[in-house]
């Protein structure tokens, strides 16, 4: 039974290594590297409203939210855009080639529109152009865009008063919405005229939503129905309420970021690391003999997962984040030394072979356990300290060193655990307990 298991485990290991070799081999997964690796622009925006003046944090964010999608605009790879303390927005954009055009897509007011589609329901996502708004969309800015149709704009954002997400009682949502007084008259006779047609809701020339006129809809307020999930009516009322930047922002800073570690000394630092792995797979396999051999190979499946991981989530690497990684591949190594001195000590206790290995790892895990659990909730606080105050480096290290510990508990309890059984296990009475390929003599 427990070599079934082992062949099980072993089975499922080299299906997590081919996979992980697809997604570090597969072009379509590029590492992403942040503005100290590649340079970049980076833009500091500020409210433009008097100091005394209060700013909520759902001002804010929305603000935030609206800029994102902008700066995505762009095509550029893993933009950062956060808020930084409660008046500024920061926003990072690694190896843009027109820093003018993006300054200038930042600097432009989001605009909601609601736009007069006749009978066509256009699916969400949809760029478009409006009579109103004839510039290029977002697609045409992403040179995705075919022929991007023109419609005519009926209201904008600037006519919505109010919006909400409603629950039913039979648990569906819809989104309910107030205009403000001057359009309420307007829009009820528009909405007789064209029952049974579409009126799109249009975000930045990109549809959000195209819901069909039911009815006339007067007296100010009206509903959107459809298949909304919570957070789906939630989004929706959001850009209703602020199609448009629900407070001004004004341009603190810009700057243009080099790479600040330049060419030469990413290749030094390259060629550092991997000096310093090689020297820990040499002491390892030296140290402790076969078993250190097979913890270097669970070592090498270790950087390989982590890589696999960065690439598949993907982790923007800049060099706090790759110091979390070499960080958590120290962690990797100690974890390694625990079971195999744990090993030694139940060899020197007269257990079996077998027995040994077993124990030691049995034993050896509730350290791991508790060690790797403290580091974790250690890189909770500084991702949420990250986060809260701006600080995206330290966001950086806390991820890759948080998935650098939880990858070292797989490999160290299960690869590391499996290729020994199977290996060394499996001979025990061919290796006897003192043995020198084992380390135990």
């Given at each position: 039974?427990?070599?079934?298991?082992?062949?099980?485990?072993?089975?499922?290991?080299?299906?997590?290594?081919g996979?992980a070799?697809w997604?570090?081999?597969?072009?379509?997964?590029p590492?992403?590297?942040?503005?100290?690796?590649?340079?970049?622009?980076?833009?500091?925006?500020?409210?433009?409203v008097?100091?005394?003046?209060?700013?909520?944090?759902d001002e804010i964010?929305t603000?935030?939210?609206?800029?994102?999608?902008?700066?995505?605009?762009?095509?550029v790879?893993?933009?950062l855009?956060?808020t930084?303390?409660e008046?500024?927005?920061l926003?990072?954009?690694p190896?843009?080639?027109?820093?003018e055009?993006a300054v200038?897509?930042?600097?432009?007011?989001?605009?909601?529109?609601f736009?007069?589609?006749?009978?066509?329901s256009?699916?969400?996502?949809?760029?478009?152009?409006?009579s109103?708004?004839?510039?290029?969309?977002r697609?045409?800015?992403?040179?995705?865009?075919?022929?991007?149709?023109?419609?005519?704009a009926?209201?904008?954002?600037?006519d919505?008063?109010?919006?909400?997400?409603?629950?039913?009682?039979?648990?569906?949502?819809?989104?309910?919405?107030?205009l403000?007084?001057?359009?309420?008259?307007?829009?009820a006779?528009?909405?007789?005229?064209?029952?049974?047609?579409?009126?799109?809701?249009?975000?930045?020339?990109?549809?959000?939503?195209?819901?069909?006129?039911?009815?006339?809809?007067?007296?100010?307020?009206?509903t959107?129905?459809?298949?909304?999930t919570?957070?789906?009516?939630?989004?929706?009322?959001?850009?209703?309420?602020?199609?448009?930047?629900?407070?001004?922002?004004?341009?603190?800073?810009?700057?243009?970021?080099g790479?600040?570690?330049?060419?030469q000394?990413i290749?030094?630092?390259i060629?550092?690391?991997?000096?310093?792995?090689?020297?820990?797979?040499?002491?390892?396999?030296?140290?402790y003999r076969?078993?250190?051999?097979?913890?270097d190979?669970?070592?090498l499946?270790?950087?390989?997962?982590?890589?696999a991981v960065?690439?598949?989530?993907?982790?923007?690497?800049?060099?706090?984040?790759?110091?979390?990684?070499?960080?958590s591949?120290g962690?990797?190594?100690?974890?390694?030394v625990?079971?195999?001195?744990?090993?030694?000590?139940?060899?020197?206790?007269?257990?079996?072979?077998t027995?040994?290995?077993?124990?030691?790892?049995s034993?050896?895990?509730v350290a791991?356990?508790?060690?790797?659990?403290a580091?974790l909730?250690?890189?909770?606080?500084?991702?949420m300290?990250?986060?809260?105050?701006g600080?995206?480096?330290?966001?950086?290290f806390?991820?890759?060193?948080?998935?650098?510990v939880?990858?070292?508990m797989?490999?160290?309890?299960?690869?590391?655990r499996?290729?020994v059984?199977?290996v060394?296990?499996?001979?025990?009475?061919r290796?006897?307990?003192?043995?020198?390929?084992?380390?135990?003599?």
């Open positions: 039974m427990k070599k079934t298991n082992d062949i099980i485990w072993l089975i499922i290991i080299l299906l997590i290594m996979g070799i997604l570090v081999t597969n072009p379509d997964y590492i992403k590297r942040g503005l100290d690796l590649q340079g970049g622009l980076q833009v500091l925006l500020e409210a433009d008097p100091a005394e003046q209060e700013i909520t944090l964010d603000a935030r939210q609206i800029i994102d999608h902008r700066v995505n605009a762009l095509g790879t893993e933009p855009v956060q930084e303390g008046r500024r927005i926003i990072e954009l190896g843009i080639d027109n820093p055009d200038a897509l930042i600097q432009e007011t989001a605009l909601l529109e736009v007069d589609t006749g009978l066509q256009l699916p969400e996502g949809t760029c478009i152009r409006t109103e708004n004839t510039g290029p969309s697609c045409e800015l992403e040179g995705s865009a075919g022929t991007v149709p023109t419609f005519e009926v209201m904008t954002g600037a919505m008063a109010q919006a909400n997400p409603i629950r039913t009682d039979f648990g569906q949502y819809y989104v309910e919405f107030d403000q007084p001057e359009a309420s008259d307007f829009f006779d528009y909405t007789r005229e064209h029952q049974g047609e579409f009126l799109t809701i249009v975000l930045d020339k990109v549809v959000i939503s195209s819901p069909q006129i039911n009815s006339v809809i007067d007296g100010g307020s009206g959107i129905s459809g298949s909304f919570p957070e789906e009516a939630e989004k929706l009322a959001l850009q209703l309420r602020f199609g448009s930047l629900p407070i001004p922002l004004k341009i603190e800073s810009t700057r243009q970021v790479a600040t570690l330049g060419a000394s290749e030094d630092s060629r550092a690391g991997a000096i310093g792995v090689a020297m820990v797979l040499i002491f390892m396999m030296a140290y076969l078993p250190g051999f097979l913890a190979l669970a070592l499946f270790y950087m390989l997962l982590n890589f960065y690439q598949g989530i993907p982790v923007t690497l800049t060099l706090p984040a790759i110091t979390g990684f070499l960080l591949t962690m990797a190594v100690d974890a390694n625990l079971v195999f001195e744990r090993i030694k000590e139940e060899v020197a206790a007269g257990n079996s072979l027995a040994a290995i077993d124990e030691g790892f034993k050896a895990w791991i356990r508790d060690s790797n659990v580091t909730l250690i890189c909770f606080i500084l991702w300290f990250g986060r809260s105050f600080a995206s480096t330290v966001q950086g806390a991820i890759t060193l948080a998935i650098g939880m990858i070292s797989f490999t160290a309890v299960f690869v590391t499996t290729l059984n199977i060394v296990g499996w001979n025990a009475k290796f006897g307990k003192k043995s020198k390929l084992l380390g135990t003599s």
